[in-house]
């Protein structure tokens, strides 16, 4: 028998075909996107704009607390006195919309103006040596207890009943009520107090500068162990059950079913077909805990005394530092909202509903 020859259009015909599929995944990316980006533009403005009220919502007058405080530290410039009423009003100070114009550009220039608890720096360094290190803590930290809870969680959901999921579900249970403060107190006396095994306070030794320093490094990562144990124990055990109750409600689908009466191995089941679409809402839900997170570590950083955001955010309380806390405030803010906006993008990419969705 003869060959059946194909025309050369209807050969190329697959290949348009995954062009045209691949330029409309493009498109339809890059609308849901534009979205997101708009959505968190309007997100950070309102956090900027709620930023400025405050200090001029609070009883009394912030402004003249600031500049007496600043008096008995130092002398007072004009410009000075000209740069708190722009950032904390006061009653000698200019229009609310003059100011609000005037603050937005301080914003854009990084000017939050002086801190009072490090007098006379600028609270932009101030924020800028914290900001490093609760970054790499939280970061760090963060990711090995959402990847580890959702690891347990898939094996422990897997077979609900069993063994693990018995010992491993009633024991994240009592830790997840457990307070960060709390935690952190006990493995600060049981590490550190009692079997000296960590240090008590601090970032690294102070004898040591902060560089690429093998010794400084060493330190520093020495120092960060149980600030980043608290905040893996009592941040993972959330993740974990999250995880579990979805792995137990996803394996008993019928795809699920079908892929094992397939024949298919249950490690591949279990990554490929019950993990991978238990995990989408997991992924959505770190994105919302993230602001938790990120306010059980600042106390962790008091706790353990970490020279992170934490304990710059306790310095300015203690000393009614108004410039130091606000701009703190925003930091956290805008922190938090950008890392919403990487998972809110990686969600898009991880599950195509959102996708068919936007199109």
């Given at each position: ?25 493009r ?6 996107l ?36 600043m008096?008995?530290l ?9 740069l ?9 100070s200019?229009p609310?919309?003059?100011?609000y ?8 220039h990084?000017?939050?103006g ?12 101030v924020?800028?040596?914290?900001f ?7 970061g ?11 690891v ?13 999921d018995?010992?491993?579900?009633p024991?994240?249970?009592f ?12 493995l ?16 690294a ?9 093998p010794r ?5 990562v020495?120092?960060?162990?149980l ?15 999250h ?32 993990a991978r679409?238990a995990?989408?809402?997991?992924v ?15 106390l962790?950083?008091m ?7 934490g304990?710059l955010?306790n310095?300015?309380?203690?000393n ?10 925003l ?13 809110d ?15």
């Amino acid at each position: 028998m003869g060959g059946v020859t194909l025309s050369p259009a209807v050969s190329k015909a697959p290949a348009a075909v995954r062009r045209t599929s691949r330029s409309a995944v493009r498109r339809i990316w890059g609308s849901v996107l534009l979205k997101r980006i708009a959505f968190y533009l309007v997100a950070a403005w309102a956090a900027a704009t709620l930023n400025f009220l405050l200090p001029r919502l609070m009883p009394g007058d912030p402004a003249s607390a600031i500049l007496l405080k600043m008096s008995e530290l130092g002398p007072v410039t004009p410009d000075r006195v000209q740069l708190v009423h722009r950032l904390f009003g006061g009653a000698h100070s200019e229009p609310l919309w003059r100011q609000y114009f005037s603050y937005l550009g301080g914003l854009f220039h990084g000017d939050f103006g002086l801190s009072l608890a490090f007098y006379p720096t600028p609270v932009s360094t101030v924020v800028r040596s914290g900001f490093l290190w609760s970054v790499l803590l939280l970061g760090v930290s963060t990711v090995i207890a959402f990847v580890l809870g959702t690891v347990l969680g898939a094996l422990a959901g897997r077979r609900p009943g069993g063994w693990l999921d018995t010992v491993i579900s009633p024991l994240s249970i009592f830790v997840h009520s457990l307070p960060y403060f709390w935690a952190a107190l006990i493995l600060v006396y049981v590490f550190a107090f009692r079997l000296d095994w960590f240090p008590l306070s601090g970032g690294a030794r102070p004898d040591l500068a902060p560089g690429f320093d093998p010794r400084f490094i060493s330190s520093a990562v020495t120092h960060a162990l149980l600030p980043a144990a608290t905040i893996v124990l009592t941040s993972i055990s959330g993740w974990l059950i999250h995880m579990r109750n979805m792995m137990a409600s996803v394996v008993n689908e019928d795809y699920v079913l079908l892929a094992r009466a397939k024949g298919l191995s249950e490690t591949r089941v279990t990554t490929a077909y019950a993990a991978r679409n238990a995990v989408l809402p997991s992924v959505s839900s770190f994105a919302v805990s993230i602001g938790l997170v990120v306010g059980g570590s600042l106390l962790t950083e008091m706790v353990f005394n970490y020279p992170g955001l934490g304990s710059l955010l306790n310095q300015a309380i203690l000393n009614l530092d108004y410039p130091l806390m606000q701009a703190l405030f925003l930091v956290i803010s805008m922190t938090v909202l950008v890392a919403n906006f990487v998972m809110d993008c990686l969600y898009v990419l991880l599950d195509p509903r959102t996708r068919e969705a936007a199109s």
